[in-house]
């Protein structure tokens, strides 16, 4: 895909088939044509040469289902926080630690 952005107008070319197959499925997510518009918020970082991925979350989109890592327990009762996308969770003492944007949950300090 081209991104091309002026001031405040970003544009997003497809440049294949597939790539404007999945730029008309986000298009419908995003109009609504009663306008209830949703918006996309940036999740994490997007650092070039670091990072090959920016990630944005839809608002107003509701996200799937919590994963855990079945290996890993919470020793404690505790707060854990995703880095990528600051959702977090309270996890029990002896609790799977959920998994989150391909990651685990870190605890909060």
């Known amino acids: 895909m081209k991104i091309s952005i002026d001031r405040n107008v970003v544009e997003i070319k497809p440049e294949s088939e597939q790539e404007t197959a999945s730029l008309n499925v986000l ?56 880095h990528t996308c600051n959702k977090y969770m309270n996890v029990k003492t002896g609790t799977a630690i959920p998994l989150c944007c391909g990651k685990e949950m870190e605890v909060i300090d």
Request: hydrophobic share 30%; with cysteine; glycine share 10%.
């Open 27 to 82: 298009w419908k997510i995003i109009i609504d044509c009663y306008g209830d518009n949703k918006k996309l918020a940036p999740m994490g970082q997007f650092v070039p040469g670091i990072d090959n991925v920016a990630r944005f979350n839809i608002e107003g989109v509701r996200g799937g289902t919590t994963v855990y890592n079945e290996e890993k327990t919470a020793p404690e009762d505790n707060t854990y926080y995703c």
